[in-house]
Nanobody, 122 residues
């Protein structure tokens, strides 16, 4: 049983910045990948960025050069720094974690946060 708690959403003007945080807790043996997804009104949920336990990162083309994902393995946390925000970034952002459950070798979990609203508007 793994739970994710998010914080940091809110309002920003175009060109502004916001930072999102997510902390995982529960029966965690390992967290192989942590990431952020977003879902705009009327659209599907898409990957924004993710990061492996070794620190390898991946970003959707639309946010490259503007967003930075990082993680603190000791704290089971992931962070998304969003700079140079655009109205197109407006969406509900969701934290995701995939890894192995304590006590179940080879048994993996796939957990999601509750979502946090990010609105970019002048």
């Amino acid at each position: 049983q793994v739970q994710l708690v998010e914080s940091g959403g809110g309002l920003a003007q175009p060109g502004g910045s916001l930072g999102l945080s997510c902390a995982a807790s529960g029966s965690i043996f390992s967290i192989d990948v942590m990431g952020w997804y977003r879902q705009a009104p009327g659209k599907q949920r898409d990957l924004v960025a993710n990061i492996t336990k070794g620190g390898a990162t991946n970003y959707v083309e639309a946010v490259k050069g503007r967003f930075t994902i990082s993680r603190d393995n000791a704290k089971n946390a992931v962070y998304l720094q969003m700079n140079s925000l655009k109205p197109e970034d407006t969406a509900v952002y969701y934290c995701n974690a995939v890894g192995e459950v304590v006590g179940g070798i080879g048994m993996y979990y796939d957990s999601w946060g509750q979502g946090t609203q990010v609105t970019v508007s002048s």
